[in-house]
């Protein structure tokens, strides 16, 4: 349809990736054949009936949720640049998300899954996701110039959102690096090469990376995968007494919020907060407890330390301890 191509030209033009407006693409024209009828005449029923035709084939709500919001920018393209007369369909239809916790490995997983990688530049690979929280597309798109051996940090090009930043590099995921490099010896711009068949020394794509981590997974026995090693590093970061705020710029996030998601899972400095908050708690209702009149002797429990002319006197105990007394008061009249 003509419509499609020149919304496909704007997203160009607006400098989406091909990674983007592809997707953006492919998920409108399944709309449009499922359809089969004018877009004009899409109505709010209408999404309705397809959001029922994506769950029938078992789509998961996140999926389905990235159909409505493609389509939902789509029909405001049509609305606005191509003036079509109709209200936008999409509007206040949607899905329920789940919220599941991010999952993250924990220490003694993480050395049983490096134990089974033997591959140098695979190490490399994924010590760089582990210590520095790239995302897979920005290790396979990295070229030997992005790396500062000096300043042990990286300059990410074009990350997600079309953003440029600094990561930084951790002893052991330079030393994995510099193991790799000894080994490499194509003089190719790509940092990380197929080693392989027919396309070797070339970049390694994504899919190529997500294949080792799936083999290594399965060998070790662990439910790993390329972003389950960003979460991880987020996590860890926080349960150092990282900053949020540091956490998001080394992670590349455009909004704090997407941050704190990942940090939610194995949160110790949530967990230390707790117990240093419940304790003082318990402390104050002990004091509360102590201070209370003795039901069974009409007797007052006295704390360690009372109040000054609260009715007490001290007395000498065993090891210079100080205990407590009531002074008795004669009433007069």
Same mark, same amino acid.
């Given at each position: ?10 997203? $160009? ?14 998920? /409108? ?13 899409? %109505? ?24 409505? $919001? !493609? ?23 949607? /899905? ?13 997983? /993480? ?5 089974? *990688? ?35 940090? *990286? ?54 990376? $997500? ?23 987020? !996590? ?21 919020? %997407? ?11 949530? $967990? ?29 429990? /006295? ?31």
């Amino acid at each position: 349809m003509e419509s499609i191509e020149r919304y496909h030209r704007s997203l $160009q033009r607006k400098n989406y990736s091909s990674v983007t407006w592809k997707n953006y693409l492919n998920r /409108i024209e399944r709309f449009v054949l499922w359809l089969n009828a004018p877009l004009a005449d899409t %109505t709010h029923t209408t999404i309705g009936c397809y959001v029922d035709y994506l769950l029938r084939k078992r789509l998961c709500p996140k999926t389905i949720a990235c159909h409505l $919001q !493609t389509l939902h920018v789509f029909f405001e393209y049509l609305i606005d640049e191509e003036h079509m007369p109709l209200t936008n369909p999409v509007r206040r239809v949607s /899905i329920r998300l789940p919220k599941p916790l991010p999952r993250c490995l924990k220490d003694n997983e /993480i050395e049983k899954l490096l134990a089974v *990688i033997k591959d140098p530049r695979d190490t490399a690979i994924f010590m760089l996701m582990l210590r520095s929280g790239l995302r897979v597309q920005e290790v396979a798109h990295l070229t030997l110039d992005a790396v500062d051996y000096g300043r042990r940090q *990286i300059c990410v090009y074009n990350g997600k959102g079309a953003r440029d930043r600094v990561a930084y590099v951790s002893d052991d995921a330079l030393h994995a690096l510099e193991a790799y490099l000894k080994k490499r010896s194509s003089k190719a711009k790509g940092l990380f090469l197929v080693q392989k068949g027919p396309l070797t020394g070339t970049s390694i794509s994504v899919r190529g990376i $997500q294949k080792r981590i799936e083999y290594y997974a399965k060998k070790s026995g662990l439910k790993a995968s390329c972003h389950r090693l960003r979460h991880t590093f987020a !996590t860890q970061l926080l349960n150092a007494d990282a900053d949020l705020a540091t956490i998001q710029d080394l992670l590349g996030h455009e909004h704090i919020t %997407t941050t704190q998601r990942y940090c939610r899972v194995a949160n110790l400095k949530v $967990q230390r907060d707790y117990y240093k908050a419940m304790e003082t708690v318990l402390k104050k209702t002990q004091i509360e407890q102590d201070m209370r009149i003795h039901v069974h002797t009409g007797r007052q429990v /006295i704390p360690l330390h009372p109040p000054e002319d609260a009715g007490y006197e001290s007395i000498k105990a065993n090891e210079g301890e100080k205990q407590w007394r009531t002074v008795r008061r004669t009433k007069r009249n």
